[in-house]
Nanobody, 121 residues
Framework: QVQLVESGGGLVQAGGSLRLSCAAS????????MGWHRQAPGKQRELVAT???????NYQDSVKGRFTISRDNGKKMVYLQMNNLKPEDTGVYYC???????????????WGQGTLVTVSS
C-alpha cells in the first residue's frame, strides 16, 4: 500500500509565507514526477507546480517568482515553498506523485488527501 501525506497548510495573511510538505510511504519501487495542485472553492482543480526526478520544474504562471517546488528523492518527499501569498492562492492543495510500487508493472498517479491554505486580505 502506498500513501501520500501532506502537511503545512494553515491560515496566513496576505504577503506571508507557508511551506507545504508531502511524504510518500509504503512499498514504493520508483518515483517519477511529483507535483502540487490546488482547488479553490467553487473552481476546478488546477496545476500549481511540478518537478521531475532530475529536478526540472514547471510552474503555473500566477505563482512564478513566488512559489518554489523542491524534492528530496532519498526521503521520498516533495515541498512547496509559498512566499508573498495572495488571497487568490486560497484553496486545498494536493500532492500528486507518479510512482511504481513493488507490486506495479507500470507507473500510476497517486494523490494525497489535501491540505487547506487560507490567505486573508
Amino acid at each position: 500500500q502506498v500513501q501520500l501525506v501532506e502537511s503545512g497548510g494553515g491560515l496566513v495573511q496576505a504577503g506571508g509565507s507557508l511551506r507545504l510538505s508531502c511524504a510518500a510511504s509504503g512499498s514504493i519501487f520508483s518515483i517519477n514526477d511529483m507535483g502540487w495542485h490546488r482547488q479553490a472553492p467553487g473552481k476546478q482543480r488546477e496545476l500549481v507546480a511540478t518537478i521531475t526526478r532530475s529536478g526540472l520544474t514547471n510552474y503555473q504562471d500566477s505563482v512564478k517568482g513566488r512559489f518554489t517546488i523542491s524534492r528530496d528523492n532519498g526521503k521520498k518527499m516533495v515541498y512547496l515553498q509559498m512566499n508573498n501569498l495572495k488571497p487568490e492562492d486560497t484553496g486545498v492543495y494536493y500532492c500528486k506523485v507518479e510512482l511504481r510500487s513493488v507490486w506495479d508493472s507500470n507507473y500510476r498517479e497517486v494523490w494525497g488527501q489535501g491540505t487547506l491554505v487560507t490567505v486573508s486580505s
